[in-house]
T-cell receptor
Framework: ELKVEQNPLFLSMQEGKNYTIYCNYS?????LYWYRQDPGKSLESLFV?????AVKQEGRLMASLDTKARLSTLHITAAVHDLSATYFC?????????????FGTGTSLTVIP | NAGVTQTPKFRVLKTGQSMTLLCAQD?????MYWYRQDPGMGLRLIHY???????AKGEVPDGYNVSRLKKQNFLLGLESAAPSQTSVYFC????????????FGEGSRLTVL
């Protein structure tokens, strides 16, 4: 069974600081996704990473994928309060497993003014 | 801009009662999924479908049944609800395995007493 581990699980950071969230997974995959969830809301797609070395950036968030290390990172630059949310990574092992997505447990981010 | 719509949004059941959650998508997506979200456990896949008339088990299928009689609809049934099925249920869909990006509904909060 594929395992997806995120760390940290909880992150409290000051506005203006930088930090990285890590997502490790246990099986071969070159398809990884990042989602954001606000409290009581649904999940919103942030990034789709479909190959080794893929890097995507949107505003203060940048995601990367290293398939050989089975690691993805979500880097936050100069955090602002609006980034407070829970962030999930999800791995899709591919068609042979029926395109099941396996989610990490999430990282709850709080940005303090 | 309906996207993925789930009904009902909230439901309270007594142990042993049955119910059906409806998921409808208007994006002509082939793939549909039902997840449950519990605190500290991320999202876990219950059942999924890769096309009309097909269904398959996910990570936690016990106690649930599904049907996909029409491409746009994916139903999740609980035949005899148990308190352990108290959760928030999310439906998601995706166009194909090539991109795989999931689009989520707003969630259905189910409480089993």
């Amino acid at each position: 069974e594929l395992k997806v581990e995120q760390n940290p699980l909880f992150l409290s950071m000051q506005e203006g600081k930088n930090y990285t969230i890590y997502c490790n997974y246990s099986t071969t995959s070159d398809r990884l996704y990042w989602y954001r969830q606000d409290p009581g809301k649904s999940l919103e797609s942030l990034f789709v990473l479909l190959s080794n070395g893929a890097v995507k950036q949107e505003g203060r968030l940048m995601a990367s994928l290293d398939t050989k290390a089975r690691l993805s990172t979500l880097h936050i630059t100069a955090a602002v309060h609006d980034l407070s949310a829970t962030y999930f990574c999800a791995v899709d092992p591919g068609r042979n497993t029926g395109n099941q997505f396996y989610f990490g447990t999430g990282t709850s981010l709080t940005v303090i003014p | 801009n309906a996207g993925v719509t789930q009904t009902p949004k909230f439901r309270v059941l007594k142990t042993g009662q049955s119910m059906t959650l409806l998921c409808a998508q208007d994006m002509n997506h082939e793939y549909m999924y039902w997840y449950r979200q519990d605190p500290g456990m991320g999202l876990r896949l219950i059942h999924y479908s890769v096309g009309e008339g097909t269904t398959a088990k996910g990570e936690v299928p016990d106690g649930y049944n599904v049907s996909r009689l029409k491409k746009q609809n994916f139903l999740l049934g609980l035949e005899s609800a148990a308190p352990s099925q108290t959760s928030v249920y999310f439906c998601a869909s995706s166009y194909s395995f090539l991109t795989g990006e999931l689009f989520f509904g707003e969630g259905s909060r189910l409480t089993v007493l």
